[in-house]
């Protein structure tokens, strides 16, 4: 192994915990949240077993030091990197490091920050001659892909995904439009990859330019990158945008990249790990099944997909893996991609002049749903009907990509937290008569990794999906024409701030009120 290599530009602002990965994970151990694990852990479903007990009970995200199988520093293992925390004051703690948020910042606050350069002019990468991901090199037959300890996650997957938290890197070739985004992909022999090209999904887009010109596309696989940097990949903001300037404009930072070894791409400097090579336009392999992030695993679903040729390894002394083990709620594949597909159709309404202030996509519901809140005083100008509105939104929403993940809108009022189930299911209960307060739709695009949609009765690429108006018809007049019955909204706020000075200490309840 070589030395470790240093900065060479901006090296105050690449070391910060949401500009490079390792820095993050000493955040996490500041903060409380590591549990770094020293005892030999077997990747073949013992990693996958651990990941998945923190992501469904919310427990400190676990760092393997020891994992059977690793050799000349390739690799350990984080996982759960972007999963919830247990402290109901910090729940989004992890996630709000990766944008150098404060640990109690709120969801709000999060996607306010990832939408903070959606109009703004971006801040191109820093090109350097050198980095730490440099710091090991490996080429052709001097690795073994199928060797390498890469988790087998789930009991019925059908390989080892080496890929589930990782940014694959392409470029249009023009090389106008570079495109760093996350889709899954196996191991399939010593020196090949199979993952998910699927369309709409930007690289499907430039998979496709590259066919056209009958070229296989040049191709980076980059794991452990800024943690800002993973957040723009996972949202789908619009086609042609480079998410590297992106990022530069959201965190205020220039981000320095390095050129690859083997083709011109250019990856994270500070990047853990960085695989090289080709996405072919031609050749494909088995890929699948895979637990997936609506929680099931269907054994022998697999799939032909393009293969990924690996040319070259590159990485840190003591490099780190990162996985998200996908599955039933809460992982990275709810708190990352639905909330962020969540975030840019909010600006997508806005910049289309409509009436809504947030959006969030309720973990609950797998991140199929995606609760709208009104702004009721602007929808009372529109001079609409809920018809009307429903299919303006509709139309809007799912035949835009941003909308390709989502299956089901829910329109609440002001009165109503969307990014509190509890509020989000009261409001879709109470106020949305199924059929009448609904407009459906089956011939926009579909997501096919739901359940409903690949193993269910219909086209398992088209439609589905569904507007469920819970705003009542005083809402469109501009008005609510009636109280909730909770302590919130039927109290004076005197009353609610005297019983709640009393709650625990003179009265010994044991949990304060909400």
Partial sequence: MSSEKSYHLSQSNQDLPHMNFRSFVEALKEDGDLVEINEEIDPHLEVGAIIRK???????????????????????????????????????????????????????????????????????????????????????DEFDLSTLPAPFLHQADGGKYIQTYGMHIVQTPDNKWTNWSIARAMVHDKNHLTGLVIEPQHIWQIHQMWKKKGKDVPWALAFGVPPAAIMAASMPIPDGVTEAGYIGAMTGNALDVVKCETNDLYVPANAEIVLEGTLSITETGPEGPFGEMHGYVFPGD???????????????????????????????????????????????CQDAGLPITDAFAPFESQVTWVALKVDIKKLKTMNTTPEEFRKEIGDLIFYHKAGYTIHRLVLCGEDIDVYDLRDVLFAFTTRCRPNRDETFYEECRGFPLIPYMSH??????????????????????????????????????????????????????TRMPL
């Fill in 456 to 509: 269910g009765t219909g086209s398992p690429t088209m439609g589905g999906k569904v507007v469920s108006d819970a705003l009542m018809p005083s809402e469109y007049k501009g008005e609510q024409n009636w109280q909730q019955a909770d302590f919130k909204h039927s109290y004076p706020t005197p009353l609610q701030e005297s019983v709640n000075s009393r709650w625990t200490k003179a009265w010994g309840f």
């Fill in 54 to 140: 923190v992501c469904e009970t919310n427990d400190k995200a676990p760092l393997f030091n020891n994992v059977k199988g690793a050799k000349d520093g390739l690799w350990r293992v984080l996982g759960a990197p972007a999963s919830l925390r247990s402290n109901p004051s910090q729940k989004y703690g992890r996630i709000a490091r990766h944008l150098g948020l404060l640990p109690t910042a709120s969801m709000k606050d999060i996607l306010d920050k990832m939408l903070s350069a959606a109009h703004a002019n971006p801040i191109p990468p820093n090109v350097v001659p050198d980095g730490p991901v440099k710091e090991n090199k490996l080429f052709g």
């Fill in 302 to 348: 697999t799939h032909q997909w393009p293969k990924y040729k690996v040319n070259a390894i590159t990485y840190r002394n003591g490099a780190i893996l990162p996985v998200s083990n996908c599955g039933r709620v809460t992982d990275e594949t709810h708190t990352l991609i639905g909330s962020l597909a969540a975030a840019e159709i909010r600006q997508l």
